[in-house]
C-alpha cells in the first residue's frame, strides 16, 4: 500500500495546499529578527522519488525574508513536502525508511534501492539518523508527549507512522497526518484568515 502512495499526485497535491496555508500564516507574522514585514523568497528544488507527472509548482520550496532594509534575513517557513535538505521528498524518507523497519517482513535494502532508486548508502543513513538523531531529539521529546505510549523511541519513523495511518483509518490521510506532525509539531495547522478548515478542505483528521 505505501509504494504505491508515492505514485499519487493527490498525496502531492495535499502536502502542497498544507504548504502553501503555513506560508500564508507565516507571512503575516513579523520577522522574529526585527519585527519588519515578511515577503515571499521562494525557491525551486528538484527533489526525487516521487511520480513523473508532478505539478512544477509542486517543487518550489516556500520561503521568507525581512523586507527591512539592514536586515533582509530569511526566515524559514514549515514544510510537508521537504524534509530539510534532503533531496528526496519528506514522505519518500518516511515511506522508505519504515518500509525498511518493519521486522521481520521488512523490505530488504536491495529491493527498495531497486523500487525508488536510492542507495543502500542513503538509505542506512535515514535510518541512522531516525535511530540516532531524531529519536534523542528535543523535537521528538515534544512530539512524544502528545501521541500514544505505543509509539516508541524503536523503529522510527515506521511506529509513528503507523500509528498515524491507524489513526486515520486510511493510508493516504496518515501519511500526510504524519508529515504534517514532523512538520509543524501538531496536528492541526493555523489557517489564513478566512480560509476553511484542513478537515473540510482535505478530509484529514484535524
Not at 31 to 56: D, M, T
Not at 151 to 171: F, K, M, Q, T, W
Request: hydrophobic share 35%; proline share 5%; glycine share 10%.
Amino acid at each position: 500500500m505505501l509504494p504505491e502512495l508515492l505514485q499519487k499526485d493527490s498525496l502531492f497535491h495535499l502536502l502542497f495546499l498544507i504548504d502553501s496555508d503555513l506560508a500564508a500564516s507565516k507571512r503575516q507574522q513579523r520577522c522574529p529578527h526585527c519585527g519588519g514585514p515578511l515577503h515571499q523568497a521562494n525557491y525551486f528544488r528538484k527533489p526525487r522519488g516521487g511520480p513523473v507527472s508532478i505539478p512544477e509548482q509542486y517543487c518550489i520550496r516556500h520561503s521568507l525574508c525581512c523586507g527591512r532594509e539592514g536586515c533582509r534575513r530569511r526566515c524559514t517557513v514549515e514544510s510537508c513536502l521537504f524534509m530539510g535538505r534532503r533531496v528526496y521528498w519528506r514522505c519518500v524518507v518516511l515511506v522508505v525508511t519504515a518500509l525498511r523497519q518493519r521486522r521481520p517482513e521488512g523490505t530488504s535494502a536491495n529491493e527498495l534501492a531497486r523500487m525508488f532508486g536510492i542507495s543502500r548508502k542513503t538509505l542506512m543513513r535515514w535510518c541512522d539518523f531516525f535511530r540516532d538523531v531524531f529519536a534523542g531529539s528535543m523535537e521528538w521529546q515534544r512530539l512524544r508527549g502528545r501521541l500514544s505510549a505505543c509509539v516508541g523511541n524503536e523503529r522510527l519513523p515506521a511506529n509513528l507512522l503507523d500509528y498515524c495511518i491507524e489513526h486515520s483509518r486510511e493510508g493516504l490521510r496518515g501519511l500526510v497526518m504524519c508529515c504534517r506532525l514532523l512538520a509543524t509539531g501538531g496536528w492541526k495547522i493555523r489557517m489564513s484568515e478566512g480560509r476553511s478548515s484542513p478537515r473540510r478542505r482535505w478530509g484529514i483528521p484535524g
